[in-house]
Nanobody, 123 residues
Framework: QVLLVESGGALVQAGDSLKLSCAAS????????MGWFRQAPGKEREFVAAINWYAYNTNYGDAVQGRFTISRDNAKNMVYLQMNSLKPEDTAVYYC????????????????WGQGTQVTVSS
């Protein structure tokens, strides 16, 4: 059983940067594909970014491509999401997820989820 705990969410202004962290415990993080998803009120969960086991490959959702960067530190069992040039439409609860064999964008293929951290971007 892998436990994921997100942190770093905050209220920021448009154009600001923010870094989210995801701490994993109970498993060997390097065995999992790690992803970030987000969900805004009244909307479906949206793929944000994913990174494979050895950080060779990363994938990003169209809405965040070029502004967000996902990274991982397997030794520390941590995953990060650096968010730059934030926009009001980035406002959502951000979730960290781990999947043993998930396709990057397929939320239903991830095995473990964190509780989420709120990011609010004011205009």
């Amino acid at each position: 059983q892998v436990l994921l705990v997100e942190s770093g969410g905050a209220l920021v202004q448009a154009g600001d940067s923010l870094k989210l962290s995801c701490a994993a415990s109970g498993g060997i993080l390097s065995r999992y594909i790690m992803g970030w998803f987000r969900q805004a009120p009244g909307k479906e969960r949206e793929f944000v970014a994913a990174i494979n086991w050895y950080a060779y490959n990363t994938n990003y959702g169209d809405a965040v491509q070029g502004r967000f960067t996902i990274s991982r530190d397997n030794a520390k069992n941590m995953v990060y999401l650096q968010m730059n040039s934030l926009k009001p439409e980035d406002t959502a609860v951000y979730y960290c997820a781990a999947g043993a064999s998930a396709r990057a964008w397929a939320s239903n293929e991830y095995d473990y989820w964190g509780q989420g951290t709120q990011v609010t971007v004011s205009s």
